[in-house]
């Protein structure tokens, strides 16, 4: 599948800004991560901005009517990716593309929350701002920090340093993502 075709079937699927948003905020994630743990950069952008493509229309059966796209179309690695990127469907992230996955989606979507409560959003956001908003339940608490910090470890990074990959890589995107410092 090429970028343009992701794009497409994600936006015939996916009708609110938000979820694109996110996709495409994992697709930049998932691009430094290829570069970080020596991944095929289009197939990782590839997997992130397809995860949750189906979520918005099939939430019931999310992630599954994307993985079965991606098997008929004979692309097993990233159904399999796609597959494994939340424990609860009972996938185990196998290669590096699944684990890094694993873990860029849930702490991307966290660190977004974290930029929409300061003026400044992305830029000068610290690991350890992000870590201190981790221990506050109350704060953007549909996300799993069990998920953040498992998914951390099973790809053998320090949080921090993952933290910092993704603000710099998503940094140059500020405008697109809608997360350019107030007033600018």
Known sequence: MTRDEAIALLHDWTKT???RRHA???????????RAHGGDEERFAL???LHDADYEA?????????????RERGDEELAYAISAHSPRWGFAARSTIDRCLFACDEITG?????TLVRPERL??????????????PAFAAKVDRAEIYAS?????????????MIVAALLPHEVELGLAPLGA
Do not use: N, Y
């Not at 830029?123 to 506050?136: D, F, I």
């Open 123 to 136: 830029r000068g956001l610290e690991p350890k701002s992000v870590r201190k908003k981790l221990k506050t």
């Open 17 to 19: 800004d938000a979820l």
């Open 47 to 49: 997997a992130g901005l």
């Open 110 to 114: 966290f660190i977004h929350a974290c």
């Open 152 to 164: 951390a470890a099973l790809l053998g990074v320090d949080l921090d340093a993952h933290i910092a």
């Open 24 to 34: 495409r905020m994992v697709e930049i994630a998932m691009r430094a991560a290829a």
């Open 58 to 70: 099939w939430p019931d059966e999310h992630p599954f009517r994307i993985v079965a796209l991606l």
